[in-house]
């Protein structure tokens, strides 16, 4: 069989949450376009409330959409919604373990209700995999967070699906359990498996994902090679704290200043191009003296900032 050029492919995808007795109608996707290539490991990256988890419960048929396309491994999810579902598996944020079973039996029912015969399950080995060898038959209550959470990556994959999501995978997670479920998740990359993950941390997209989009407010803002969208990035900013209170933004030449409300100047300029000392040989010849100075390199906010400058509100999920 062909194998599909995109893991995920969404067209025009629109949903729109009803009105509630409390809540005014709420359009969480607004017509996203998403291409998610085969074999990548992919982050969907987004502040609170961008949109994320409505994107993701949708592929995952937990979310009924208003309207657009959105094709699983080549699989419509209208036409095909059992043979689109097959082909992921998906990690909850949410910790919901069945503290009634041991993580074999847990595995074991997953495995059935993805209708995987007897003889094709290899529970062992998965729980191997994540660590939980030595626990297959420990009661789930007894588990560790940790534990708990390599257990739902266990289940999502009982299925063998080539392509695994993982929703918002660190929350509350400690550093030696993220490098362990990182390892294992780059290993099921490297064994072809499309990764899929949700996160508001730049820092943890930019470390292990190929390909990055951005989403805000329902809309994807940007999609692109992890480097090549770094390097759109690559600003940093100058703070100046004039001696004397600046009336006007003076003249920098090449550069561009902004008047911040706390009087101070800030300068931002592509670390490629200039260097601070560049900057600030500028706002000494403008005849500024600086009284104190601070740089900043770019975050999460600048970039939805640099992408989304003709959307004030971007900033501030909850407003509307
Ligand atoms: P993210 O995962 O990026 O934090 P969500 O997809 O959870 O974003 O939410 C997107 C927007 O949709 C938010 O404004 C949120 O309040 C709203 N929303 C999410 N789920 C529901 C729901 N079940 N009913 C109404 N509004 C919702």
């Known amino acids: 069989m062909d194998l599909p050029e995109f893991a995920i492919e969404a067209k025009g995808l629109v949903k729109t949450y009803p009105a509630t007795k409390t809540m005014p109608a709420k359009q969480a996707l607004k017509g996203v376009d998403l291409q998610i290539p085969r074999g990548s490991i ?22 009924r959409k208003t309207s657009g396309e959105v094709r699983i491994w080549g699989r419509d999810i209208d036409q095909r919604p059992r043979d689109a579902r097959a082909a992921i598996g998906v990690v909850p944020q949410e910790l919901a373990a069945d503290v009634f079973f041991t993580p074999r039996e847990s595995l074991d029912v997953q495995a059935g209700l993805y209708g995987v015969p007897k003889g094709e399950r290899r529970t062992q080995e998965l729980l191997g995999a994540l ?8 009661y789930v209550r007894q588990l560790s967070g940790g534990m708990k959470r390599r257990l739902m990556v266990a289940k999502a994959m009982v299925h063998h699906p080539p392509v695994l999501i993982l ?3 660190t929350a509350g997670v400690d550093v030696e359990l993220r490098r362990q479920l990182w390892n294992y998740v780059v290993g099921l990359n490297h064994q072809g498996v499309t990764v899929v993950l949700t996160t508001h941390y730049l820092e943890e997209a930019q470390e292990l994902c190929d390909t990055i989009a951005i989403v805000n407010r329902g ?14 990035l690559d600003t940093r900013t100058v703070v100046v704290t004039p001696q004397e209170s600046l009336a006007v933004v003076p003249n920098l030449g090449p550069f561009e200043g902004r008047l911040r409300h706390d009087g101070r100047l800030a300068v931002s300029f592509k670390s490629g191009d200039a260097s601070v000392e560049a900057v600030l040989q500028a706002v000494r010849a403008a005849g500024v003296s600086i ?3 601070a740089t ?6 600048d970039v939805f900032l640099a992408l989304t400058y003709d959307n004030p509100d971007a900033l501030d999920p909850t407003r509307d």
């Open 42 to 63: 992919f982050g969907l990256l987004g502040p609170n409330g961008a949109g994320k988890s409505t994107f993701i419960n949708i592929l995952a048929g937990l979310v």
């Open 131 to 138: 660590g939980l060898g030595d626990k297959a038959d420990a």
């Open 167 to 169: 929703d918002e995978p």
């Open 219 to 232: 809309e994807v803002v940007a999609c692109e090679p992890t480097g090549q969208l770094l390097r759109r």
């Open 291 to 293: 009284k104190d100075l």
């Open 296 to 301: 900043e390199d770019p975050d999460l906010e």
